[in-house]
């Protein structure tokens, strides 16, 4: 197990690495492409709110490199009091190694105040595949190993008896996975379907998240966007729901493309 301060360490050498890459990629071809979007939803499960969001989302092609950064954050209060506290930072470099097969590197951090982790950050790689990229229809799936850290919350919880049982905090390192479908369809110039389905695997837990989304162009830069997420931990911590599902409306802005 590692501490929290090298934790934090290995994944700031990681983002750190990514970001200094980025501009070297960006240089040979034209810039960045990409999105920011600001949410408002409906979350059920570990907690029952209404919240508000932004998301950043970047990618950048540069002949056989790709380049992709990610940011979002959620807030939401209930009757005054705090009930959602979440963001989450990823990055990705991929490089084509055929038409369509290529390998990628991965580090992703998130941190939700209302599951029974402080945070979790996984650093790995793998490869992918381009199964198809139509006019209309995208699909792209990719996979690997790598290294995931839990921070595990300290909780209290009684047993049948009524007796007061107390969980330590603690930091979990173990070796661990990563999978992702990206599906997409273009149903005309102004409206296109996203699916993402995200699995991250751990010694402690294991979450898999799928998210699909409508989105409709009202100009040439901006979107409004549907959204319905679901959220599975296949072991979360005593007095926490494995299940979570939100309803997201929000507004794009779309540059780059």
Known sequence: MLPLKQSSFILAIAGAG??????????????????????????????????????????????????????????????GIESRNRYFFSGDVDRLLGEKLFSFGRASYEVDQFTGFDSRTFVGGGLGYHIFA????????????????????????????????????ETVTSIGAVARSEFGYQFNENVKLANETDVLYGETSTQIENSIALTASVSKSFSARMSFNVRYDTNPADGFEDTDTALKVALVYGFGK
């Not at 070297?24 to 071809?29: G, P």
């Not at 792209?140 to 047993?159: L, Y």
């Open 18 to 79: 990514l970001l200094v890459t980025a501009p070297a990629y960006a240089q040979e071809k034209d810039g960045w492409s990409g999105e920011g979007a600001f949410t408002a939803g409906y979350t059920t499960g570990n907690t029952e709110t209404t919240d508000l969001g932004l998301g950043v989302d970047v990618a950048r092609k540069a002949g056989l490199w790709k380049v992709e950064l990610v940011a979002d954050g959620e807030y939401g209060e209930q009757d």
């Open 134 to 169: 139509g006019d209309k229809a995208t699909w792209t799936v990719r996979g690997g190993p790598g290294v995931k850290i839990d921070e595990i919350k300290r909780t209290v919880t009684t047993d049948s008896t009524g007796a007061v049982v107390v969980s330590p905090a």
